[in-house]
């Protein structure tokens, strides 16, 4: 049988701190920048607005809503 290898306890570096500390806050800033756009789209209900072609009029090159729920 061989004696377990003797080992020392590993320091971090400042240094090494420091960019675990940054990629932790960038992780979370991304996280909360998601999370507070799923919760805008959720809450938020667009207005009705007038659309500038009715369906059916080929003149102009003015865009009209797909379907619209007005």
Known sequence: MTAPI????????RAGIAA???IAVGISGLA???GHLVYVSVTSQPDCVPHAREAG?????VYRAAKSSC
């Open 20 to 22: 675990l500390v940054l």
């Open 6 to 13: 003797a080992t020392t306890p590993r320091r971090r570096s």
């Open 32 to 34: 909360a920048a998601n």
């Open 57 to 61: 009029s080929a003149a102009g090159n």
